[in-house]
């Protein structure tokens, strides 16, 4: 293979599942001089490998270039070729990165988070730079996507909160807007004397034209860490946070939500449908790393058409946009 292509990534396994393989060829891409990979250096270099020559060595990478194909059609089906950061050139030989719009940084932010510990495509000569300012910023940008996704207002109610303010007051400011429900006035007895955000990091809502009432109400957990599939706030803690927080608790039924900026395990053969069925009975409504760009481009765009809404969490874009220029630099000198 070139030297454009690869510095600190694993070597090439066609054993890799195709959510690796996927992330391989897009960070190959980020890796290289020429921000490009190219599909015939690969295609000899999966010819050469194993103990196949002739006609089947052949075969196996002609086969191999068609799964890595399929793999990359698929993402920019998903993720939507407008936020997608990557394109063919003209002719189909090579995987390029594309000019970035805000869409497409959130993808390589998501990709970049997905491989904070893991070991199966980077080869531990470069590791994303993570504190607790980037994590906050997952969290500005999901709260912007969860407006894209309702079409409506969204709230970053995760602590800390960028306006600094307390648990309470954040509390009684958001209810107003949804006009529905009361919050307490002082934490009732037993509750915590300092509550943070009680496992709701977004409030999302959308509202009808014939009532004050919202016709959409969310609730949603950020998870940028790997322990996010033991944080589901379905059930018991939305019904609990209802329960110690309010005099008058929303009418509108809540909907839980989950977002998170990695890909996930497919277990005993599931498709990504299949897996991703499992997950929404678990988390509600769930955004990953495929799904969060499109409704990120969304939130944007309806705050642009609709000033009078309540979108935090745009402010992060600047700091996203350097990190990753950042990052990009860090990766291709490693």
């Known amino acids: 293979m070139t030297r454009e292509t690869i510095v600190p990534l694993n070597n090439f396994s066609e054993d890799l599942q195709d959510h690796d393989l996927g992330d391989w060829m897009e960070l190959s891409v980020l890796c290289s001089a020429a921000h490009s990979l190219s599909f015939p250096d690969l295609q000899r270099l999966i010819g050469i490998m194993g103990e196949d020559d002739g006609e089947d060595a052949d075969l196996r990478a002609e086969e191999t270039i068609q799964r890595l194909n399929e793999i ?7 993720v939507g070729v407008e936020n997608y950061p990557f394109e063919y050139t003209a002719d189909g030989n090579r995987l390029v990165l594309k000019e970035l719009v805000d869409s497409s940084v959130v993808y390589i932010f998501c990709l970049l988070l997905s491989h904070t510990k893991r070991d199966d495509v980077l080869n531990g000569s470069y590791t994303p730079n993570i504190d607790d300012s980037i994590r906050r910023s997952f969290q500005g940008c999901s709260t912007v996507a969860a407006a894209g996704l309702v079409q409506g207002n969204a709230i970053w109610f995760g602590f800390p909160r960028p306006d600094k303010s307390g648990f309470l007051a954040k509390l009684r400011s958001t209810y107003e807007l949804i006009c529905d ?6 934490a009732i007895a037993g509750t915590s004397p300092s509550p943070k955000d009680e496992e709701i990091d977004i409030i999302a809502w959308s509202k009808r034209e014939d009532t004050a009432l919202p016709a959409y109400y969310m609730l949603a957990q950020v998870a940028s860490g790997n322990n996010w599939d033991v944080k589901s706030i379905k059930g018991q803690p939305i019904h609990t946070f209802h329960r110690n927080w309010f005099n008058t608790v929303p009418a509108c039924e809540p909907q839980a939500a989950m977002f998170m900026p990695m890909l996930f395990p497919l277990y005993t053969g599931a498709t990504l449908d299949q897996q991703l069925q499992i ?13 969060i ?3 990120y481009r969304r939130g944007l765009r309806l705050a642009a058409d609709n000033p009078s809404l309540v979108i935090e969490g745009r402010e992060c874009m600047p700091g996203i946009a350097q990190w990753v220029t950042d990052e990009r630099a860090k990766l291709s000198a490693a």
């Open 293 to 295: 760009p499109r409704y």
């Open 279 to 291: 997950l929404f009975a678990q988390f509600g409504q769930f955004l990953y790393r495929f799904s």
């Open 181 to 186: 429900g009361t919050p307490v006035e002082v």
């Open 72 to 78: 990359i059609q698929d993402r920019m089906l998903r």
